[in-house]
């Protein structure tokens, strides 16, 4: 039975994704202490398997009402354009305490660590190899990503499957170049503040660029759906804005951790 709404607001139907993915959540926290604990991955695995089976299911939903049921209004678009941002300042505000932590301890280093930073016996990164490349990376992916932007405004389909193309790339390329380096560290996250607050924010930098990867890869797709018009693509936006966002966070990481903390 179809239903006429007097309003231009979304109302959501009952959806049973908010509940696993809750369930997938809760696998994966208990998985990782376990893990932690006994040194079996098979409860975090499993976790993780309910949650990207969640993360499908839930966003294949969103993208069916937005692109053909039209239930994403102007007025839904813009609460949740509202939605994105305010999101986005709960994240800075989430790597502010990040930040917040390695100032506390640089600016004034106790007598715990010998007074000194980076705390003695650390043996920290050499800013211009790997770090640099990796902001290198990031920015020009920032580029690929605001040409793909102008491209599907102007209707350019191929211009911006290419551009988004290589935006992904970009992405994967430094969540590689990261994970080689953590392999290679000469210090580990139980080496005093110094690599507690290194592995957390650049860890959490790196957890941020791999989502904003998946984001990008379901815009993509999309994209070559013909999803996205140039009135209507806030999926795109939203995914643009988040890692222009992730490219931030990254300038100020390199600069006061990689480079002046060193």
């Not at 640089?106 to 920290?124: A, D, F, K, Q, Y």
């Not at 992916?141 to 790339?169: K, P, R």
Request: proline content about 3%.
């Amino acid at each position: 039975m179809m239903m006429n709404h007097n309003h231009p607001y979304h109302l959501v139907d009952y959806s049973p994704w908010p509940l696993t993915g809750a369930i997938g959540t809760m696998t994966l926290v208990t998985g990782m202490i376990k893990w932690f604990h006994n040194f079996n991955m098979n409860l975090m695995i499993l976790g993780y398997l309910i949650i990207i089976m969640t993360m499908y299911q839930w966003w294949r939903d969103i993208c069916r009402e937005s692109t053909m049921q039209g239930k994403h209004t102007i007025l839904v678009s813009k609460g949740l354009r509202w939605g994105m941002i305010l999101f986005i300042m709960s994240e800075v505000f989430f790597f502010l305490s990040f930040f917040w932590a390695f100032f506390h301890s640089s600016l004034s280093p106790n007598i715990e660590i010998g007074v000194m930073w980076p705390p003695l016996n650390i043996i920290s990164f050499n800013p211009f190899q790997i770090p640099l490349l990796n902001t290198i990376i990031l920015i020009s992916s920032g580029v690929t990503v605001t040409w793909a932007h102008h491209a599907l405004m102007e209707n350019n389909h191929s211009q911006t499957t290419h551009s988004l193309f290589i935006t992904m790339m970009l992405g994967i390329y430094f969540t590689i170049l990261q994970m080689y380096e953590y392999f290679e560290a000469p210090f580990t996250i139980a080496d005093s503040i110094y690599g507690s607050t290194f592995f957390m924010a650049t860890g959490f930098h790196g957890l941020h660029v791999i989502i904003g990867t998946i984001f990008l890869m379901t815009c993509f797709f999309r994209h070559l759906n013909n999803h996205f018009s140039n009135k209507h693509h806030f999926g795109f936006e939203a995914a643009a804005w988040y890692w222009h966002f992730v490219d931030v966070v990254w300038l100020f990481l390199y600069i006061s951790i990689y480079w002046w903390g060193n």
